[in-house]
């Protein structure tokens, strides 16, 4: 009987245990590869701890196809496969400070016989080590190759063991070094920043020698900021688009993307963390901290909030401390990475096949609240789109108070069965948007009534409707709906637009609501006497208001491109449009051929704007704005910033580094020439530019017989001084 019931309990331990790796595949494949998470992080650590606990309890089950066994997903087949020549692993989570006793009494454990002095425990009987503590990014693990001090390749963590090739991508981040700064190697062949050495008395030539380093590996995080996710979620929300559940999957997303070009304008960021250097007869320091200090000494952007714990009290003070003060950095971070310090020790302890055993990620406990719903509303965006928002009764959740959340669309709506009144759980969606994430039913009122979502617009009445595939309902009213209006102004006067400083969304209401703004021309008719007549406005106030119009007229006609708010034209889009269009006049003169052949535009964005200067409400505007003042073509600093097109209907393909341009400079400077720059070698490419270390696509340049050209005699056909 005993044995039947061992038998029965295994065979259910089993069966668990099979539905638990089948669920943590498919939602890491959810995660790491389609950038679509379908449950919280919060979630998926329930299920996959489950699955760890039930493979402790019974090890006779454990199997090395596990994902307690593999770091990430298999790397998608978009990009070209990269295997790691050090693999990249992944961390175990101290999910509170007992995991954090037990991981210290571990380490403990794998020194203790070790007779080495330098692991001996101190007079207090404690072992000779100290932490050191970092900020844990939710972004992107990146492991990049530099050689003779240039950046070689990039890929992205995959499985730990292959990853993606993600360099060109990587390149279009500003802060990530494409050259490193040389380096101090002492006598003894450590290494340490020159700075560090010249602040130490040391002098070169005899104390130490300048190097740049032949082979390094760095690896780091990619990541989005606060404010860029902010901006993408808020564009694709006009757009009726999908917007990304949180910032680390904005930056994968964005890392991954075909174009480069779409990389670039997603501003993303980097931090490095971990240093491998490969040349032979150095030495690397024997911290880690000191190891940050030489990547930042290198040229490296490292997190810059990193402490040294002396004593595991030190390292949860620095967890307790940063817990609400996180919420105010530009970059999401959801725990605390702790390390021992002395990279000895790492050598010492080793690594499981899944994480090392000197480091271990303290992860913050998800931050939700339960409140109650007590209205829903809607706000209509410039372009129409009509976004649901739940009112609710005020609850602190991630150092701030919430009032309302969003509930994104109408299908948000139904799937959640969220109704007025209903208790729900609040949280904030990558701890950055409210959210409301369930419904409490067992709370619900009796009597309670679904939710009916409007078929007409809140603002103006107009029957909404949904376009093509949009996820969103839209009001078509463009011109009459006085949301819409409103909206349009506020775009107008930001900062990347017009950037009238001291306008802002509650001056503009006041504009509106006494009828002194209807259009964005207007603004260049307000007077000191209509601004001091409004509530709470005084003269200081009235004439800085009133400058910085003035100022605006002026801008860049990039800027006013982006602050017309035409559909799909965002800042690097308006760009692109102006610098193909001289003026206004030329571009509402251009052939959508003409729009679309500008590369990185395309026929959709071409569309729009087309679409947009038909309306004889736009045309108006444009002539009023021309009549008020307001310059509607490039001056003469922007002009001397034009071509001749001398390369108009050549096709480049650059391949290596380049010494004089990077590589988005080269291409701009080819498009700026007329010319068009792609990423592969076909029979349609003119020149192929060959720097330092090309790639395959010299060998198919070879094979297809194309013009090879190396950097001089690109920057000539430029017309650039080599």
């Known amino acids: 009987m005993e044995v039947s019931v061992r038998v029965n309990l295994e065979e259910a331990a089993r069966e668990r245990i099979e539905e638990l790796k089948r669920l943590v595949e498919h939602h890491r494949f959810c995660y790491y590869v389609l950038d679509k998470p379908e449950i919280t992080d919060a979630d998926f650590d329930v299920i996959y701890h489950e699955l760890e606990d039930l493979e402790k309890k019974h090890p006779q089950l454990l199997t090395a196809d596990s994902p307690t066994q593999k770091v990430g997903a298999k790397p998608s087949t978009d990009f070209k496969e990269v295997k790691h020549r050090i693999p990249l692993l992944s961390l175990a989570n101290a999910m509170g400070s007992e995991d954090l006793i037990h991981w210290q009494e571990r380490i403990d454990r794998g020194l203790a016989d070790d007779d080495d002095p330098a692991f001996a425990p101190g007079a207090s009987g404690a072992l000779a080590y100290q932490y050191m503590c970092e900020h844990k990014i939710d972004g992107l693990s990146v492991a990049l190759t530099y050689e003779n001090g240039a950046f070689k390749q990039g890929a992205t963590r995959g499985n730990g063991e292959v990853g993606e090739d993600v360099t060109l991508n990587l390149k279009t981040i500003g802060t990530l070094p494409a050259k490193l700064k040389p380096v101090a190697v002492l006598a003894d062949g450590t290494l340490t920043g020159l700075d560090a050495a010249k602040k130490q008395g040391l002098v070169e030539g005899k104390d130490f020698q300048e190097k740049v380093l032949r082979h390094v590996e760095v690896r780091g995080e990619v990541y989005m900021p606060v404010s860029s996710f902010t901006s993408l979620n808020e564009a694709l929300l006009e757009e009726g688009e999908q917007q990304f559940a949180n910032p680390r999957n904005a930056a994968s997303g964005s890392l991954r993307q075909k174009d480069p070009a779409k990389t670039a304008r997603r501003r993303l960021g980097f931090w490095a963390y971990f240093l491998y250097v490969l040349d032979d007869g150095v030495k690397q320091p024997t911290l880690h901290s000191e190891n940050l200090n030489l990547l930042a000494a290198m040229g490296f952007p490292v997190e810059p909030n990193g402490k040294i714990a002396h004593s595991l009290a030190e390292v949860q003070k620095f967890v307790d401390d940063w817990f609400l003060p996180r919420h105010s950095l530009d970059y999401q971070t959801d725990g605390v990475v702790i390390k021992i310090d002395q990279r000895k020790i790492w050598d010492k302890l080793g690594n499981t096949s899944h994480s090392p055993r000197w480091a271990i990620a303290y992860k913050y406990p998800p931050e939700e609240a339960e409140t109650q719903v007590e209205a829903i509303n809607f706000e209509v965006g410039r372009t129409g789109a009509v976004t649901p928002v739940a009112f609710l009764k005020p609850v602190k959740l991630a150092g701030t108070t919430v009032k309302r959340a969003t509930l994104h669309n109408a299908d948000q709506i139904k799937r959640l069965d969220v109704r007025i009144n209903d208790w729900v759980v609040v949280r904030k969606a990558g701890e950055i948007i409210p959210e409301v994430l369930a419904v409490k039913f067992e709370k619900r009122t009796e009597g309670s009534e679904p939710f009916v979502y409007p078929t007409h617009c809140p603002a ?263």
């Open 460 to 722: 103006c009445q107009s029957e909404l409707v949904r376009l093509k595939d949009e996820v969103v309902l839209r009001c078509l009213n463009i011109y009459g709906c006085p949301a819409q209006r409103l909206r349009r102004l506020i775009h107008y006067v930001g900062r990347e637009a017009m950037d009238i400083d001291g306008v802002g969304e509650k001056q503009i209401e006041q504009f509106v609501k006494s009828g002194l703004v209807t259009t964005p021309a207007d603004f260049y008719r307000l007077t000191e006497d209509q601004l001091l007549a409004l509530e709470r406005m005084g003269k200081k106030s009235a004439q800085n208001i009133l400058t910085a119009i003035n100022n605006s007229k002026t801008r860049p006609l990039a800027a006013l491109i982006f602050a017309l708010g035409i559909r799909h034209v965002g800042v690097s889009i308006a760009e692109l449009l102006a610098g193909r269009f001289p003026s206004i006049d030329a571009l509402m003169a251009a052939t959508a051929e003409e729009i679309s052949a500008i590369e990185g535009v395309g026929p959709v964005i071409s569309d729009t704007v087309l679409e947009y200067f038909a309306q004889s409400e736009n045309r108006e505007l444009i002539e009023d704005l021309r009549s008020l003042g307001v310059k509607l073509e490039q001056d003469a600093a922007e002009a001397a910033q034009t071509f001749a097109p001398t390369l108009a209907g050549k096709t480049f393909v650059i391949t290596g580094s380049l010494t004089r341009l990077e590589r988005l400079e080269a291409e701009k400077a080819i498009k700026a020439r007329g010319g068009k720059a792609t990423g592969s070698v076909s029979k349609k490419t003119d020149y192929v530019v060959v720097g330092e270390s090309p790639g395959s696509k010299l060998a198919k340049a070879q094979e297809l017989g194309i013009k090879i050209i190396d950097e001089t005699e690109f920057l000539a056909l430029l017309e650039i001084e080599a």
